[in-house]
């Protein structure tokens, strides 16, 4: 029996036993003819970064894409909610294959959008990055970097005991090609957000 599980600001997300169903909600404040366009195009573009990513690091099977519906069904993985669970697990272990994972995600010049641990699974002792809503494609350096500095931020407010040596693991282990690069223009990026804070 499908029961709908989450609903979100572009999606409604819906369960049966073994699948993941993701339908593209209408926008009522569009124009209909774009809404479509939109919501057709994002349904094509989520599937095709999946079945990208799904070729080097964990993330969702797609089983079927249905762009006029605008449904994407994926596999069900049954795993923990890093959210709600890091305190409880081997949380330094798995800090390493989030670097790990977030890295080779950037040498694919895809960029997550949300990286949060509420899009994080644990499965087997692997990490399951999850909704790709948000995600795009980009070679730039700054964007790979914003893309670690909402992970930091989420990991700050949600994990805030723990979140110090968190995020030491994690960019350690994170071993993107520009790595360096990525790295340095974390610390900018940080910067002009206490600038920001600051005045």
């Known amino acids: 029996m499908t029961k709908l599980i989450q609903t979100g600001a572009e999606a409604e997300i819906y369960q049966d036993k073994n699948n993941i169903l993701k339908k593209r909600v209408e926008k009522s404040y569009r124009i209909k003819e774009i809404d479509e366009k939109i ?38 993985i049954e795993g923990l909610k890093l959210s709600e669970n ?39 002792n692997k990490v399951f990055f999850i909704d790709f809503g948000l995600s795009y494609h980009s070679h730039k350096i700054e964007d790979k970097a914003v893309d670690l500095h909402v992970l ?37 990026v940080e910067a002009r957000g206490r600038y920001k804070d600051k005045y």
């Open 39 to 76: 919501r057709k195009y994002r349904t094509r573009h989520e599937a095709k970064i999946l079945e990208k990513l799904s070729k080097v690091i964990a993330v969702p099977k797609v089983i079927k894409v249905d762009e006029d519906k605008k449904e994407i069904t994926m596999e069900f």
């Open 152 to 188: 930091k931020q989420a990991l700050e407010a949600k994990h805030y005991k723990i979140s110090e040596i968190l995020i030491t693991i994690i960019l350690k282990n994170y071993n993107a090609k520009q790595c360096k690069e990525i790295l340095e223009k974390l610390k900018k």
């Open 86 to 124: 890091f305190e409880k697990i081997n949380f330094e272990k798995t800090a390493i294959e989030i670097g790990k994972t977030i890295g080779k995600m950037h040498d694919q010049d895809i960029i997550h959008g949300d990286l949060t641990t509420s899009n994080m699974l644990l499965y087997k």
